[in-house]
């Protein structure tokens, strides 16, 4: 059945289109191989786009190695809705002009929108408030408001990261440019898996199996940067179980327009209830028939429903979260038991993260 309405553009103004990032070649390089540093441009968050970095000099061997290009700023345009069969009903109407609204307030245009990039202000569009969200069963996290857009989404973004990967909170402080040790289970599930502990260097602490951090979002890339020969596991990829390669990310984290240019980073997070139905893989990129076969019965293994990346009991949740740090910010105050209802997962810590204290 055809749309009964029809969207058009116009006035769209002379986009300003730019590499995301930037590789700089590094001079006096000791291994007389080329290096470069990366950089990105234009206020760009990088952990929001670190995907479309593409490859450096002189390793492009396609149009797809170079980094992805980006409209900036200052793009506009005039979008103009009409019917385009019988004439549509109030309800109808309202329909259309709320799913613009929510558009404008939490999505955009072109790729990972969920990750802030494209986002629009629409002018004479009110902002949403937590109330309008929250009777859609959706919960809205914001920030301090200011009048820099770039900032706002800079803002957003660096909760998210530091959330997953940042010092003290995702990872021990480590040695210089040396990452430490994730607090997360993942790379010890993996460990656990393959076998491979660095020579006994770093054998699982961790040793409940999970992968709390797929609820943000599949594909997850594991790299241990290390040559296998030094006994760290392989690089691998959490997927969807099935047929499937993708789950979006039911978390948008982003710079919301409040009008009269003033901008509030946010944090949405949209009604997920697929997740108590996900089951997960884990592919190697150096594939090994028996680490997957040892990721199957892992999976298993001491459940009450196979479900291999996270718990669904409340109370099983809030007792493997204890022992994961990230995930302490869902812990209910004063560690009273789970009630039915509230999460202990990894969303759930986030959200109470993002506008908490770090």
């Known amino acids: 059945v055809s749309s009964a309405i029809g969207i058009y553009l116009k006035q769209v103004s002379k986009p300003d289109i730019k590499p995301c990032c930037e590789y700089t070649e590094r001079k006096n390089s000791e291994s007389g191989k080329p290096k470069y540093d990366l950089k990105f441009s234009h206020g760009i968050p990088a952990y929001a786009l670190f995907s479309g970095k593409g490859k450096n ?7 797809e190695d170079e980094p992805a290009n980006v409209i900036l700023r200052n793009l506009k345009f005039e979008l103009k809705i009409q019917e385009i069969r019988s004439p549509l009903s109030d309800a109808d109407w309202h329909s259309v002009l709320e799913a613009v609204r929510w ?3 939490f999505g955009g245009l072109g790729a990972r929108t969920r990750r802030g990039l494209g986002s629009i202000a629409v002018s004479g569009v009110e902002p949403l408030t937590n109330r309008c969200v929250e009777s859609f069963g959706a919960q809205l996290k914001t920030l301090t408001q200011t009048d820099n857009a770039t900032e706002a989404w800079q803002n957003a973004i660096i909760k998210l990261e530091t959330f997953r990967q940042g010092r003290n909170i995702a990872r021990q402080p480590g040695n210089g440019k040396q990452p430490g040790r994730s607090f997360w289970p993942e790379p010890d599930s993996i460990r656990l898996i393959t076998g491979n502990t660095a020579n006994g260097y770093h054998p699982p602490v961790n040793r409940s199996g999970t992968f709390p951090r797929a609820a943000f979002g599949l594909p997850i890339i594991f790299d241990f940067n290390v040559p ?8 691998s990829e959490l997927t969807p179980a099935g047929d499937l390669e993708r ?4 978390l948008i984290v982003k710079a919301q327009y409040l009008g009269d240019e003033q901008y509030r980073a946010i944090a949405l997070l949209l009604p997920h209830e697929h997740l108590e139905n996900l089951s997960v ?3 190697f990129i150096d594939y090994k028939l028996h680490h997957q076969s040892r990721f199957e019965q892992l999976a298993t293994r001491g459940r009450t429903e196979k479900n291999p990346w996270w718990p669904k009991d409340k109370n099983q949740q809030q007792e493997l979260a204890r022992d994961i740090k990230p995930l302490v910010y869902a ?6 038991k789970a ?3 509230n999460d202990c997962d990894a969303l759930t810590a986030f959200m ?3 506008d908490g204290k770090d």
């Open 339 to 341: 009630k039915d209802g």
């Open 247 to 250: 789950m979006a990310s039911p």
């Open 352 to 354: 109470n993260y993002f």
């Open 228 to 235: 296998e020969s030094k006994d760290e596991p392989p690089k």
């Open 103 to 105: 558009w404008a307030n």
């Open 281 to 283: 893989k884990l592919k």
């Open 331 to 336: 812990i209910p105050c004063g560690g009273q």
């Open 57 to 63: 000099p002189s390793e492009r061997k396609t149009p």
